[in-house]
């Protein structure tokens, strides 16, 4: 599948099946974590995959109780540490965890994988759950499985609404 079909088909899941997901095609999501770019090459990250029932159960409550974390076989959370600002004023940590979490959603969409982008927990609870040392910061939290749902797909604007070219217009 072309990358941009990927991108095409890939959809938040809210819902997933019991179904395990099988070790190669969890290895090729992190993998596509392991891979992605950061800034000066330091890969100051580190990716968790949760698989144990119980600490998924409580990572269910550290993420305001979405029940698609418990649901899911797997968890993933991206964390960094060494977070500094960039000279074009971003956080470090939050732009290298941003695409490797993007390239892990993206390559399990190419497995037949849903995943969801949440952006409600609560990181000092997460933390505590994995054992994350004070010094990571937790920048996402994704349940990772087979959906159980085929929502519609979001409408997305115009090329010409978010597309300029040469200056902002």
């Known amino acids: ?15 997933y099946k019991d179904t395990p997901v099988e070790a190669e095609k969890l290895a090729n999501v992190l993998e596509a974590a392991r891979l992605a770019p950061s800034a000066r090459n330091l890969q100051d990250w580190k990716f968790i995959a949760v698989t144990d029932a119980d600490k998924r159960a409580r990572l269910q409550q550290a993420c305001g109780g979405q029940r ?17 600002v960039m000279s074009c004023g971003q956080s470090k940590t939050t732009i290298d965890c941003s695409i490797a979490m993007s390239f892990m959603l993206l390559q399990a969409e190419a497995e037949g994988l849903g995943m969801c982008w949440l952006g409600h927990f609560y990181a000092d609870q997460v933390k505590q759950v994995l054992n994350i040392p004070d010094d990571y910061i937790v920048v996402a939290v994704s349940p990772l499985g087979y959906a159980d749902e085929d929502p519609a797909p979001k409408p997305r604007k115009a090329a010409e609404d978010v597309i300029c070219y040469n200056e902002f217009k």
């Open 1 to 15: 599948m072309a990358v941009l079909d990927v991108i095409k088909t890939r959809k938040s899941i809210r819902k």
């Open 68 to 84: 698609q974390v418990g649901q899911a076989p797997v968890t993933l959370v991206v964390c960094a540490n060494n977070d500094g």
